[in-house]
């Protein structure tokens, strides 16, 4: 079953507005950590944020935060002040926390943004 | 500067032929993985590696196997290929046991197969 879920193929914002990319999730886990990666054109996985599912607040590095919603299942990526640069692909990318960790991390199918 | 390296960045093999593609690290990962990305499907977990010699499958193990001889390499090999395994297929690292550490990727191989 897939577990994680970004139902948006395709956004697209204009430069310096800000854009939401959505992603929910699925896991029995109480333990779980959330990725979101960046993949532009040239194919590189990009790692851009992280937020532990205890982690009391939302994370945040530089343009990027992560609206997270745990009743909800849902960690959405905010990206401010759009640039060009941003037109990729972003991945939600989901670790769930058995012990011992695995380390496999599941990913969606995606959202295209364009810019 | 962490790396992951695969062997080729395009390959184009014929159906039926045993394929090897070879992914190596640098970091003393003890994980690492084997995905394949397709459009509108994202990456998909093919099998992973939490030691060496130690292999697991992840949720499309078909027509797929796996080698991890030693620690820093993790070999995916495509028994008898197939046009539908043509496809993008990105190797990851990452070190075992944290939740917060995240996966290094590969450039990428993107195989045809005729």
């Known amino acids: 079953a897939q577990k994680i879920t970004q139902t948006q193929p395709g956004m697209f914002v204009q430069e310096k507005e800000a854009v939401t990319l959505d992603c929910t999730y699925d896991?029995?886990?109480?333990?779980?950590?959330l990725f979101w990666y960046k993949q532009p054109s040239s194919g590189e996985m990009i790692f851009l944020i992280y937020q532990g599912s205890y982690d009391e607040q939302n994370a945040t590095e530089g343009r990027y935060s992560l609206n997270f919603q745990k009743a909800r299942k849902s960690a959405n990526l905010v990206i401010s002040a759009s640039q060009l640069g941003d037109s990729a692909m972003y991945f939600c990318a989901m670790r769930e926390g058995r012990a011992p960790p695995r380390g496999d991390m599941r990913f969606g199918a995606g959202t295209r943004l364009t810019v | 500067d962490v790396k992951v390296t695969q062997s080729s960045r395009y390959l184009v093999k014929r159906t039926g032929e045993k394929v090897f593609l070879e992914c190596v690290q640098d970091m003393d990962h003890e994980n690492m993985f084997w995905y394949r990305q397709d459009p509108g499907l994202g990456l998909r977990l093919i099998y992973f590696s939490y030691d060496v010699k130690m292999k697991e499958k992840g949720d499309i193990p078909e027509g797929y196997s796996v080698s991890r001889e030693k620690k820093e390499r993790f070999s995916l090999i495509l028994e008898s290929a197939s046009t539908n395994q043509t496809s993008m297929y990105l190797c990851?690292?990452?070190?075992?046991?944290?939740?917060?550490?995240?996966?290094?990727f590969g450039q990428g191989t993107r195989l045809t197969v005729v």
């Open positions: 990851a690292s990452s070190p075992r046991g944290w939740l917060n550490t995240e996966a290094f």
């Open positions: 896991t029995s886990d109480q333990s779980y950590g």
